[in-house]
């Protein structure tokens, strides 16, 4: 679950990032 949750939120940053 922990690393799920970092998989995301590293997605989520990226996403960001790209925006």
Same mark, same amino acid.
């Given at each position: 679950? %922990? !690393?799920q949750t #970092? !998989? $995301?939120t %590293?997605? $989520?940053r #990226?996403? #960001?990032v790209i925006s």
């Open positions: 679950m %922990s !690393n #970092k !998989n $995301l %590293s997605f $989520l #990226k996403a #960001k």
